[in-house]
Each structure stands twice: as C-alpha cells, then as structure tokens.
C-alpha cells in the first residue's frame, strides 16, 4: 500500500491560505478558540432567580445575561451568564495564548500535513488541557469562595476536560446549544435551559450564586495565576479532582491523586529545609554540594521527608500524623487494592489543604461528601411485592 504523500505549504498559494477559497486540495492557517468556557454542574443561577414566566423556555436574554465581566490581572478577561456558563478569553494569556496553526497544500487524498501544521495542532491541544485544568482551578475557587463568602458549603463542581469546554472565537459569538451525546455540559445545558420546549409546571430547580461570592472566587483564582507557575495550576487542580472523587464514593482513586499532591508538596517543603533562601536561619550553610545533593536525591522517601520535618518543626505533629494516614491507606489500596475508609479519605483531603496553605499560601475549602447512592423504599413496600411475586407465581 502506497504512504500518504506529505503536504506542503507553496509561495504560489499563500493567499490562499488566508481567504476562503473553497478549494479541498488548500489547508488554510487556522486558529485556536480565544475563549473557554464551562457549564456549571450542578446547575446554578447567577445573582438572582428569573420569574419562572421568563425561563420557562430558551430565552437568550435572560439566560445569556452578563452577571459579571473583569479582566484579571493574569491577563485573562472573564464573563459569567445568568445561566451558570462561565467563559475566559485565554487569547492574551501568555501561558495558553491562541495558536495559529499554519495551512498547506495537499498534493492529492489521503495526505498528511506538514511538520509545521502537526506540531502547531499539537500544540494548540497541549493548551487546550492546562485551559481546562485552570477551569477545574476555577470551580475549586468558586467552593471556596461560597464557603469564605457565605459561610455555607456547597457540592462542588463537575470537572472538565479539553474536548468538552464551550469554545468561540470572541465573546460576540453567542453560546452555541449542540447536542452532543458524550458530552453531559451540553446536555445539561440544553435540558436546563429548556432548548427542547419541554412543558413543566416549573423549571428545574437551581441554587443562587451570589455576585460576591463569584467575585471572590475570581480574586483566588487570580491570586493562583499571577504566580505565573504550571505546576501550582496542576497540584491545585489534582487536589481538587481527588475531592471530586471522593464525592463519588471513590475513595482509592481520592487517596491516589491526594497522595500525589501531597509527595509534590512535601517534597518542595523538603527543598526548603536543606537549601533555605535565608541560608543565615539555619545550618545549611555547612551542607556541601554533595551532601545536598544526597538529601535531595531518591535515597530520602514522602516517609523518611515526613518524619524529619516533623522532628525539625516544618510540620505539626497534627499533619504529621493526618499524612501517615494517607499515605498508608495509598499504599494498602495501590498494593492490595483495600478500599481506604471514610476517615483515610478525610485525613487525606485535610492533609492536601493543610500543605496546600503551609506550602503555597493557596487555601481552598472542598467540600468531599456527596449525594448516596442508595434509594431507600419501606420495608412494607418491599414485603407486600415479595408476597405479589407468590402469589402469582
């Protein structure tokens, strides 16, 4: 079988690259969305509840009402609808800009593009995830800004990934109402807000966000950004989908990923005490390159790091002991696979926020229960059924 020929990008078509000129043999430069957004699950009423007379269907301007817009001083523009969609201009954010992906010409079908195409695609997905973990970040903000705000709890958030993030390419360009079976942002979106014309007697129901609390959530998430640092937007949204897996009754996979936040901090917390700023606070100046080398190698385990900075103060005896349980329930679930329990489960989420504030002055309020799973009907009920079944049989 014949390989694919590879495309090329020619001088003689460079025009067409960047007009629409309806050929399929022209590749044309294209561009990655500017602006991300999400749905927020559980649903949600920005500011205030409409009259019931105006949702009752798809109504745009009450349902795509801005209820909050500002610009972050991370550089990235923000806007809220009334109906819960939470959308970000990315395109000037220097972490996760807009990506031009440059055009070609195929010689013939099948073809595979050039070198240059690939690797701008590919990098336009790489942003299209650390995009959506700075989404998931947000809804970890917004739980904590209820908590701080209001002084309530609240479920948290449904995460996100890179394929199911709303996309534009402005914000003038209105949401689009899809139907996409795999994709349960979009159908909530379109049940909600009524897409179908369902008749009810009233909508469906939804909590109130109040415009402080969506302000505030705004405020941490900015306060995460400006550090301008990947990995903090990473350890932050892995503590917070570790939180939504214990929501889900999924305790091994919780203590897996809280576990993994934990050993990052831990290990940066380490890297404090044998290489401090301050060389003066301690006696690290006495350390030579070797030794240091030595304590920051493989040879010094999250176990032996935990003991040594609970002896030397770096951490209380309470944390100390809140990650000795976690860590013991990771390694009984990654080695026998045992179920950790409820309690494992929280020392684990109490462990991840208490580094999370000790380590990177980040503090997030999660909210780890969740719905049962478990529907309850009378025992009479169930009695009366079995004695049907005999009866009749």
């Known amino acids: 079988m014949e390989e694919p020929k590879k495309g090329k990008r020619t001088p003689e078509h460079e025009k067409l690259y960047q007009t629409s000129a309806g050929n399929t043999l022209i590749e044309p430069d294209r561009v990655s969305p500017a602006i991300e957004g999400y749905f927020r699950i559980p649903a949600v009423w920005i500011g205030t509840v409409p009259a019931p007379g105006e949702v009752g269907h798809l109504n745009p301007p009450v349902h795509h009402e801005i209820k909050f817009q500002k610009k972050l001083s991370c550089g990235i523009e923000v806007r809220v609808q009334r ?13 996760a800009p807009i990506v031009t992906i440059p055009g070609y010409t195929r010689p013939g079908f099948p073809c595979t593009p050039t070198t240059e195409h690939a690797a701008a695609a590919e990098k336009a997905e790489d942003f299209a995830v650390f995009r959506a973990q700075v989404m998931n970040v947000h809804q970890a903000c917004l739980t904590t800004a209820e ?4 002084r309530r709890s609240a479920m948290m958030g449904f995460p996100v ?16 109402y899809h139907d996409d079976t795999e994709d349960i942002h979009a159908l909530a979106q379109n049940v909600l807000n009524n897409k179908y014309g369902v008749k009810r007697d009233r909508p469906l129901s939804r909590r109130v966000l109040e ?13 995460i950004l400006v550090r301008n640092e990947s990995s903090v937007v990473q350890l932050v949204e892995a503590a917070y989908i570790s939180a ?4 889900d009754k999924r305790f091994g996979e919780s203590v897996v990923v809280g576990w993994t936040v934990c050993e990052q901090l831990i290990s940066l917390l380490w890297k404090t005490m044998i290489d401090p700023v301050d060389a003066q606070t301690t006696s690290a100046t006495r350390l030579s390159k070797q030794r240091r080398s030595k304590l920051l190698s493989r040879d010094y385990t999250a176990s032996v790091m ?17 990650l000795e349980t976690a ?13 950790p329990t409820q309690n494992d489960v929280y020392s684990c989420q109490r462990a991840v926020q208490n580094l999370l504030k000790l380590v990177l002055n980040i503090e997030l309020s ?3 229960g969740g719905r049962g799973g478990v529907p309850q009907w009378p025992l009479w009920m169930w009695n009366m059924i079995e004695s049907d079944k005999q009866t009749n049989s």
């Open 83 to 95: 109906d819960g969609l939470f959308l970000f201009d990315f395109s000037k954010w220097h972490l």
């Open 147 to 150: 908590h701080r705000v209001k």
């Open 161 to 176: 990934t890179a394929w199911n993030t709303y996309k534009a390419i402005s914000f003038n360009v209105p949401p689009p």
């Open 211 to 223: 415009l402080e609390v969506v302000e505030e959530s705004f405020k941490i998430l900015n306060e």
């Open 244 to 247: 939504c897996r214990s929501r």
């Open 306 to 322: 935990v003991e040594m900075l609970e002896v030397n103060g770096r951490i209380d005896n309470k944390l100390y002991e809140l």
């Open 327 to 339: 860590r013991k329930a990771r390694n009984k679930w990654a080695h026998e696979m045992k179920v």
């Open 366 to 368: 999660h909210l780890s």
